[in-house]
T-cell receptor, first 113, second 114 residues
């Protein structure tokens, strides 16, 4: 049974800081890795995803995957108060029929102005 | 922005009452998921559909929970006899891929069972 764990549980950073969020998974056969963001009272929304080892950058956000270490991360450069939200990581076992995302419990991020 | 519609946004029921919530997935998305998000932010997968067919569901949904996604009608999730532990945010998501790995969420229905 795939296990997905996030760290830290919560994080407070000042505006402008670099924020790093971590996600570990248990099954090396996992194929799809994603970060979602959920603002208070709102729907979760996909931020970034990656399929293969390496890095992908989109604006202030970078996702990094290391399958051998069973770890992927999200880095937020120049963190803004509007980035304050619950960040959820999710992992899928296969990209195809009957895949299912397994979710972490989230990291609550607060960016202080 | 996601175009998944969920109704109602808030639902209050007494223990033992039925609770029914609805979801209209994004147009053209063949896969629909239901999740329960509790007060600790834990996402629990409940059931998913591809078109009108159930793909996967957990044991919990086989007892008091029922769900369907009829053609040309909203999908629905119904709890036959609500319990206090069912109080949670129920999220519906739809996916454009048959694999369902990229998901678009609705705003959720917050169920409170008194």
């Amino acid at each position: 049974q795939q296990k997905v764990q996030q760290s830290p549980e919560s994080l407070i950073v000042p505006e402008g800081a670099m924020t790093s969020l971590n996600c570990t998974f248990s099954d090396s056969a996992s194929q799809y890795f994603a970060w979602y963001r959920q603002h208070s009272g709102k729907a979760p929304k996909a931020l970034m995803s990656i399929f293969s080892n390496g890095e992908k950058e989109e604006g202030r956000f970078t996702i990094h995957l290391n399958k051998a270490s069973l770890h992927f991360s999200l880095h937020i450069r120049d963190s803004q108060p509007s980035d304050s939200a619950l960040y959820l990581c999710a992992v899928s076992m296969f990209v195809g029929d009957n895949s299912k995302l397994i979710w972490g419990l989230g990291t609550s991020l607060v960016v202080n102005p | 922005n996601s175009k998944v519609i969920q109704t109602p946004r808030y639902l209050v029921k007494g223990q033992g009452q039925k609770a029914k919530m609805r979801c209209i997935p994004e147009k053209g998305h063949p896969v629909v998921f239901w999740y329960q998000q509790n007060k600790n932010n834990e996402f629990k997968f409940l059931i998913n559909f591809q078109n009108q067919e159930v793909l996967q569901q957990i044991d919990m949904t086989e007892k008091r929970f029922s769900a369907e996604c009829p053609s040309n009608s909203p999908c629905s999730l119904e709890i036959q006899s609500s319990e206090a532990g069912d109080s949670a945010l129920y999220l519906c998501a739809s996916s454009p891929q048959t694999g369902g790995y990229e998901q678009y969420f609705g705003p959720g229905t917050r169920l409170t069972v008194l």
